[in-house]
């Protein structure tokens, strides 16, 4: 069973910036799709950026330019940079992490969650 651990949330001033990580455990199978989303208080989760093993990457138009998502080698591990932030970027940030998996029925993808971490910039 997959498992995702996040980490490097806390709390910075505006301007400030912050480095998540995100390690991924428990399947040999290719995580072909590796992102962050956030909740912030009392609005829907959103999509911040994914990064496909094939090299393609997408930002929520909020952080371009602003925010750097990145795996490793091994593709198991990702990583949020979060520079010039804002107090619109408060919130709990997930981890996600899709396999591409197959049943008798044919293949399907399977959405993994990682229980998150708060991030907080103050004003």
């Known amino acids: 069973q997959v498992q995702l651990v996040e980490s490097g949330g806390g709390l910075v001033q505006t301007g400030g910036s912050l480095r998540l990580a995100c390690a991924a455990s428990g399947s040999r199978l290719n995580y072909i799709l590796m992102g962050w989303y956030r909740q912030a208080p009392g609005k829907q989760r959103e999509l911040v950026a994914t990064?496909?093993?094939?090299?393609?990457?997408t930002y929520a138009d909020s952080v371009k330019g602003r925010f750097t998502i990145s795996r490793d080698v091994t593709g198991n591990r990702v990583y949020l940079q979060m520079d010039n932030l804002k107090p619109d970027d408060t919130g709990v940030y997930y981890c996600?992490?899709?396999?591409?998996?197959?049943?008798?029925?044919?293949?399907?993808?399977?959405?993994?969650w990682g229980q998150g971490t708060q991030v907080t910039v103050s004003s």
């Open positions: 990064a496909h093993s094939g090299g393609e990457i």
């Open positions: 996600t992490a899709d396999q591409r998996l197959y049943s008798p029925s044919g293949p399907y993808t399977s959405t993994t």
